[in-house]
C-alpha cells in the first residue's frame, strides 16, 4: 500500500525564502509568518497522511455506486469528509464574514496540495465547493452570497460545475440546455450536462449547481450563455431546506481513475434557477471558476506526480537488484539497492526536479491572484492570466509522465495494481483533460493570451527574467549553473514569440506550434522559479541556516533541472519554427 508525506520543509521554503510571503505588500500576508504557516500546514499533512491517503486505494477499488437515484460514496469517504469539514479546510480564504477564516489564497494552495496528493478523487468534492463558492463571491447579488457562501464556506453543502454537454465540451457555444424566466425572477432550467465532477453523493445536505444554460431570444453561441444557482434542494427564504428540485442524477460514469469521486450525466428539468451576474455574461461569471479551478488542476498534476514520486523513492531505496557499477555498495546483500544505478537516478531526479519546480511555480501563481485580486494590481492579474494555461497544461502533462514514470521504478511491480502506482498514474490523467483539455491551454495561450494588452504581459515577463538575470550575474556561485541556461532558455522563448508575431498571415503556423510552445514557456518559468530557489537556498546558507542538508539538496536539485530539463527548449523552438508545412501536409483522407 502506498504511503504519503507532505514535504513540509519544502512548503516553507518556497513561502518563506522564496516567496518570502510575509514581507510582501498583500492584505494578510504580514500574519503568513513561519511558525503560522508550519502549523497549519502540519495539520494538513496530518489529515492528509493519517485520513485521506488510506482512503485513496478504497476509493479506487470501490468507487461510487447509484442507488436509489442517490450516489453513495466509497466506504469512509463520508467520516473523512465530516474531518475536512470540521477543519474548516474549504473556506480558509473565504471573508470572515461569510464563515471562512479570511487567510490569503496562497494559504489555501499549500494546504490543498497535500490533500490532493492523498487522495485526489475524494479532494474533488471540496475543490469544487471552493470553485463554486468563489464565483457566487465575485458574481452573485448580495442576498446570493448571504444565502449560500457560509453553507459552502463550512461544506455542509457542496458545489459542482455545468458546462459540458453530450455534444460539446471545449464549444461550448454550441450549448442546448435552455433556462427559461419566470414571474417570480427565477428561471425553469432545462437539458443535460455530462461529465459532472462530484453531481452526487452522500456527504453533505444540499448540493448547489452552477449551471450554464442559454435564455432563449439571447445571443447565438457563447455569447448567449448565462450562469445560474441550480440547488439540488431548494432552499427557503429563510435559509431552511424545502422541495426537492428538478435535478436527477441520469448515471455514473465508468472511467479510468478517480473512482472515489462521482462523474455523473445531470439531468435538469424544469429545475428553478437562479441566474448569477448579468444576463448572457455566464462565461465571464465561469471564468472565475475556471481560472482559479485550472490552478488547482495544475496542483492536481505535479501533487500526484509528488505522491508517486515518495513511493518510487521508497522501493528504489528497498528493492535489491544488480551491482552498481562503479563498485558494490551493499556488501552484506545479495545485490545492491535500485537507487545506485544511475539512470534509476536520472528518472527520481525527473521526478523531484520538477515536482520542486511545479510547487514554487503553483505557490507564485497563487500569490499573483491574491495580489490581483486583494491590491487590484493589474499587472499581477494580467501576469497570472498568462501562467494559466502554462501552470494548467504543462504541470498536468508533466505530472501524468513522471506518475508513469515513478510507475517505471517499480518495473513490473508499477503495473500490478497492488501497489497502487498505476492509480497514481490513472488518476493524473484527467488533469490533462477536464478544465480545457491541454491543447486547447496552449490554443489559448498562443491565440488569445500572448496578445493580451498589446502583450504588455509576455513582455512583462520577459524583462522579469531578464532583470532578475542581469541584478546576480555577479554572483559566481549561480552564473554557470542557474543563470546561464536561465539565458539560453529565455533565448528561446523570446524567438518562438517572435516567430508567431510573424506568422500571423498564416494562423496554422502559430497553432502547429503552440503545444510546444506551452511547453517552452513551462520549461522557462520553471528554469527562473529554479534560478530564483537556487539563489535562495545559497543566501540561506550564507546566512547560517540550520539545515544544510535540505539547501544542498535543493542547490543540487536546482542545477540538475537547469542542466538536464532546461535545454528542452530548444528542441519546442525547432519545431515550431517549422511551421504548419509538415503538420497539415496530409489530407484528412490519408490519416
Ligand atoms: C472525469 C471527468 C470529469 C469532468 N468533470 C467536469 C465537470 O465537473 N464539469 C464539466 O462541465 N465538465 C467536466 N468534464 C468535461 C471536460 O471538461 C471535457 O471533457 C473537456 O473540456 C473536453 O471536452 P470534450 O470531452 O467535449 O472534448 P472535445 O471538445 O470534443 O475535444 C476533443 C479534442 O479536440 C481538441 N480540440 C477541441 N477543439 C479544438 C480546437 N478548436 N483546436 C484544437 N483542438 C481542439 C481538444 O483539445 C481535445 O483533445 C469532465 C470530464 C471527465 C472525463
Known amino acids: 500500500m502506498p504511503s504519503y508525506t507532505a514535504p513540509l520543509k519544502d512548503y516553507q521554503f518556497v513561502l518563506h525564502d522564496l516567496l518570502k510571503v510575509s514581507e510582501q505588500d498583500v492584505p494578510g500576508y504580514a500574519d503568513l509568518d513561519r511558525d503560522f504557516t508550519g502549523a497549519v500546514l502540519e495539520e494538513a499533512g496530518k489529515i492528509s497522511s493519517d485520513v485521506l491517503s488510506p482512503l485513496n486505494v478504497v476509493g479506487d477499488t470501490e468507487g461510487c455506486v447509484l442507488e436509489n437515484g442517490v450516489v453513495r460514496t466509497p466506504t469512509g469517504f463520508k467520516a473523512a469528509f465530516d474531518q475536512v469539514r470540521e477543519g474548516g479546510w474549504t473556506g480558509m480564504d473565504v471573508p470572515e464574514q461569510y464563515g471562512g477564516q479570511g487567510l490569503p489564497y496562497i494559504m489555501h494552495t499549500a494546504a490543498q496540495e497535500p490533500m490532493v496528493s492523498a487522495n485526489m478523487a475524494f479532494n474533488m468534492y471540496q475543490g469544487l465547493t471552493h470553485g463554486a463558492l468563489s464565483a457566487i463571491l465575485a458574481h452573485g447579488s448580495d442576498a446570493q452570497k448571504d444565502m449560500y457562501a457560509p453553507k459552502l464556506a463550512s461544506c455542509e453543502w457542496t458545489g459542482t460545475m455545468n458546462l459540458t454537454e453530450p455534444h460539446c465540451g471545449t464549444d461550448l457555444g454550441l450549448m442546448r440546455t435552455k433556462a427559461v424566466p419566470q414571474d417570480d425572477g427565477s428561471f425553469k432550467v432545462s437539458g443535460q450536462k455530462i461529465f459532472i465532477s462530484a453531481g452526487d453523493h452522500d456527504m453533505a445536505e444540499n448540493i448547489i449547481h452552477l449551471v450554464l444554460a442559454k435564455i432563449p431570444g439571447g445571443p447565438d453561441g457563447i455569447k448567449g450563455v448565462s450562469l445560474f444557482i441550480v440547488p439540488k434542494i431548494i432552499v427557503n427564504e429563510d435559509g431552511s431546506l424545502g422541495d426537492r428540485n428538478g435535478v436527477s442524477v441520469g448515471k455514473i460514469e465508468e472511467k479510468m481513475g478517480i473512482h472515489g469521486n462521482s462523474t455523473c450525466v445531470m439531468n435538469y428539468d424544469e429545475a428553478t434557477g437562479y441566474l448569477i451576474g448579468e444576463e448572457h455574461k455566464g462565461m465571464r461569471a465561469m471564468f472565475v471558476m475556471m481560472n482559479e479551478a485550472r490552478l488547482g488542476v495544475g496542483l492536481q498534476g505535479y501533487a500526484q506526480s509528488e505522491v508517486a514520486y515518495q513511493n518510487a523513492v521508497a522501493y528504489a531505496k528497498d528493492r535489491l537488484q544488480g551491482r552498481a557499477v562503479t563498485g558494490v555498495q551493499n556488501p552484506d546483500g545479495p545485490a545492491d539497492p535500485l537507487i545506485v544505478h544511475p539512470d534509476i537516478r536520472r528518472n527520481l531526479m525527473d521526478q523531484k526536479s520538477f515536482n520542486e519546480g511545479a510547487r514554487a511555480f503553483t505557490f507564485w501563481g497563487a500569490s499573483l491572484l491574491d495580489r490581483a485580486h486583494q491590491n487590484s494590481d493589474k499587472d499581477a492579474e494580467g501576469l497570472v492570466s498568462l501562467m494559466t494555461p502554462v501552470i494548467k497544461g504543462f504541470l ?196
Open 396 to 591: 498536468t502533462d508533466k505530472g501524468f509522465e513522471y506518475a508513469v514514470a515513478a510507475q517505471q521504478v517499480y518495473g513490473g511491480h508499477g503495473y500490478i495494481e497492488e501497489w497502487g502506482m498505476s492509480q497514481f498514474a490513472r488518476d493524473a490523467r484527467i488533469a490533462m483533460i477536464y478544465e480545457g483539455a491541454n491543447g486547447v491551454q496552449a490554443l489559448d495561450l498562443v491565440g488569445r493570451k500572448l496578445a493580451i494588452d498589446g502583450g504588455k504581459h509576455l513582455m512583462g515577463f520577459f524583462e522579469m527574467v531578464k532583470s532578475f538575470i542581469k541584478e546576480n550575474e555577479g554572483n559566481e556561485a549561480l552564473k554557470k549553473d542557474f543563470l546561464d541556461p536561465l539565458k539560453a532558455a529565455r533565448k528561446d522563448m523570446q524567438a518562438a514569440a517572435m516567430y508567431f508575431m510573424g506568422s500571423m498571415k498564416n494562423p496554422n503556423n502559430a497553432l502547429s506550434g503552440s503545444y510546444d510552445f506551452m511547453h517552452l514557456m513551462g520549461h522557462v518559468c520553471l528554469g527562473y522559479m529554479w534560478a530564483r530557489m537556487g539563489k535562495a537556498a545559497m543566501e540561506a546558507l550564507d546566512g547560517g541556516a540550520s539545515d544544510t542538508d535540505f539547501l544542498n539538496t535543493k542547490i543540487a536539485t536546482g542545477r540538475y533541472y537547469m542542466a538536464r530539463q532546461l535545454p528542452s527548449t530548444a528542441l519546442h523552438l525547432a519545431r515550431i519554427n517549422t511551421g504548419a508545412d509538415t503538420v497539415m501536409a496530409l489530407e484528412a483522407a490519408n490519416f
